[in-house]
Antibody, heavy 120, light 107 residues
Framework: EVQLVESGGGLVQPGGSLRLSCAASGFTFSSCWMLWVRQAPGKGLEWVANINQNGREKYYVDSVKGRFTISRDNAKNSLYLQMNSLRAEDTAVYYC?????????????WGQGALVTVSS | DIQMTQSPSTLSASIGDRVSITCRASQSIDSWLAWYQQKPGRAPKVLIYKASTLESGVPTRFSGSGSGTEFTLTISSLQPDDFATYYCQQYKGYPYIFGQGTKLEIK
């Protein structure tokens, strides 16, 4: 059974940093593109970043470029999102997800989400 | 960036109704479109990809159609479990963009 479990969410002050982790199991993690999607309270879904199988190809939404870094450790079956210079508008539930078959750009498995709150 | 516009934003319907949700892209995305269902407090679940391909395990009352700039998600006979919010998502190119969502409510 495919499982994605996020951790590392919490309350952080504006300008602060936080690192989210996603532990993957039930599939060959090193063969899959992975990504993060976020959802602000009461709002819609926003793709944040994704990463290819070996970690050398990464893409970001403009609003997080230069502040967030996506990475992975295939030996630990883990995906990460390092978030720096956090702003109030980064407050959201952050979902870890897996790209669909053949690295297609839809997302077939999702974690339960980790809440990040940026507030003083 | 490619913009995605869903309509309606809210839809009220009854059990057994046939309903459709439309998603329009600001430029052609061929068939690179997915549909998701999300229930409160839960992660989204993919229903349809490549505009019309049903994800494994999804009931056949769900169907998708369209190509280019106009797409439709149809539920042939609403069941109690279908009341949720639905999102379309384009994956023709970066940034991947979701529609703003359609909330399907019980009439």
């Amino acid at each position: 059974e495919v499982q994605l479990v996020e951790s590392g969410g919490g309350l952080v002050q504006p300008g602060g940093s936080l690192r989210l982790s996603c532990a993957a199991s039930g599939f060959t993690f090193s063969s899959c593109w992975m990504l993060w999607v976020r959802q602000a309270p009461g709002k819609g879904l926003e793709w944040v970043a994704n990463i290819n199988q070996n970690g050398r190809e990464k893409y970001y939404v403009d609003s997080v470029k230069g502040r967030f870094t996506i990475s992975r450790d295939n030996a630990k079956n883990s995906l990460y999102l390092q978030m720096n210079s956090l702003r109030a508008e980064d407050t959201a539930v952050y979902y870890c997800a897996r790209h669909g078959l053949a690295a297609a750009g839809f997302f077939d498995y999702w974690g339960q989400g980790a809440l990040v709150t940026v507030s003083s | 960036d490619i913009q995605m516009t869903q309509s309606p934003s809210t839809l009220s319907a009854s059990i057994g109704d046939r309903v459709s949700i439309t998603c329009r892209a600001s430029q052609s995305i061929d068939s690179w479109l997915a549909w998701y269902q999300q229930k409160p407090g839960r992660a989204p679940k993919v229903l349809i990809y490549k505009a019309s391909t049903l994800e494994s395990g999804v009931p056949t009352r769900f169907s998708g159609s369209g190509s280019g700039t106009e797409f439709t998600l149809t539920i042939s006979s609403l069941q109690p479990d279908d009341f949720a919010t639905y999102y379309c998502q384009q994956y023709k190119g970066y940034p991947y963009i979701f529609g703003q969502g359609t909330k399907l409510e019980i009439k």
